[in-house]
């Protein structure tokens, strides 16, 4: 990594709160914002820009005017998309993002060939193998967020049962970034404690319930996706990768075979370092934990069939 730039397309207040992120932990030396609604992207690179007085280390914060201003990128975070509305069926959304996608991610190949680029827009897995299959680039430049977010809200859901070890508390979620996500808070320890020796059965079936509903629950009091989790989480991603910290957080990746699934996106744990996914992680899985992962899948791959079915890679 020798430039540390990021470029963020979707300047809306997930994409803008990753670059606010980002500015105030100083991992980037510059971040280049861009939105197809004119004035977004350069009025928040000028607020964020003016909050980087205060951060440790300066961060250069720009708004492309077109497309092509967001070039020479390390790293591309796409946010681009838009949310579903109630009289919008599954397949419309599908392939109204993907449209949008394709367009966003033909500019990144022109531009910024090199870089890795991390999909953050809905539905994410999908998105994220409209991504690979766009680019043909290497599967491990191509990341999904979707377990950084996920466990995050899942260690959040743990604390709030113990009332201790914030912070301290593992984020282990897999499948699609979705209904049937399957968070694995039993899995997971709170310093070195395992939280089986902390929690009932009932307790997490709760947190496992809490977890899959928590962006639902955001929208429910603020009639809107959350996005200082979402934002934060993917400056998480970012910061791994330019700084090569091999950390394992679960992603969006492409399976060859792993899990026995090939060809399908979803979410599993991964090393994330200076080439994006240096390795994908195969955790042993119970029969329970194998049946939903399998009905994960099955849900990206219908996404993925509702594409194929209207042509969209032909």
């Known amino acids: 990594m020798v430039n540390r730039k990021v470029g963020i397309i979707g300047a809306g207040a997930v994409g803008a709160t990753a670059a606010y992120s980002l500015s105030m932990m100083g991992v ?13 992207a350069k009025g928040k690179a000028i607020d964020i820009g003016q909050s980087t007085h205060y951060a440790k280390r300066p961060t250069i914060i720009t708004a492309a005017d077109t497309s092509a201003d967001v070039r020479d990128c390390d790293i591309v975070v796409i946010t681009a998309g838009v949310p579903r509305k109630s ?15 394709k367009s966003v991610v033909t500019d990144v190949m022109t531009y910024s060939p090199n870089a890795i680029i991390i999909s953050v827009s809905n539905p994410l897995d999908v998105m994220t193998y409209v991504i ?25 859901q743990i604390y709030q ?3 201790y070890g914030a912070g301290q508390t593992g984020t282990l979620v897999i499948g699609d970034h979705g209904q049937n996500m399957i968070p694995l808070p039993q899995k997971v320890q709170v310093g070195d404690v395992p939280t089986t020796d902390l929690l009932t059965d009932e307790e997490f079936a709760e947190i496992v319930e809490r977890t899959k509903n928590g962006g639902a629950e955001i929208v429910g009091h603020l009639g809107t996706s959350g996005y200082y989790g979402p934002g934060r989480a993917i400056a998480h991603m970012v910061e791994a990768i330019l700084n090569d910290s091999k950390i394992v957080v679960s992603s969006s990746v492409l399976l060859n075979g792993e899990y026995g699934y090939t060809d399908v996106t979803v979410g ?20 329970k934990t194998r049946a939903k992962f399998k009905t994960s899948v099955e849900s990206v791959r219908e996404g993925i069939d509702i594409l194929e079915k209207n042509g969209f890679f032909e």
């Not at 299959?133 to 260690?155: C, K, P, Q």
């Not at 599993?268 to 029969?287: A, H, R």
């Open 28 to 40: 980037c030396k510059e971040i280049v914002l861009f939105d197809i609604v004119e004035g977004v």
């Open 132 to 156: 690979h299959r766009m680019t043909g680039w290497s599967s491990n430049r191509i990341v999904g967020l979707s377990g950084a977010l996920d466990g995050s809200r899942m260690a959040y």
């Open 161 to 163: 049962k113990l009332g």
């Open 87 to 101: 009289d919008m069926t599954r397949e419309d959304l599908l392939l109204i993002n993907a449209k949008i996608i």
């Open 268 to 287: 599993v744990p991964v090393i994330l370092g200076k080439n994006g996914v240096e390795q994908i992680i195969e955790m042993t899985l119970d029969t």
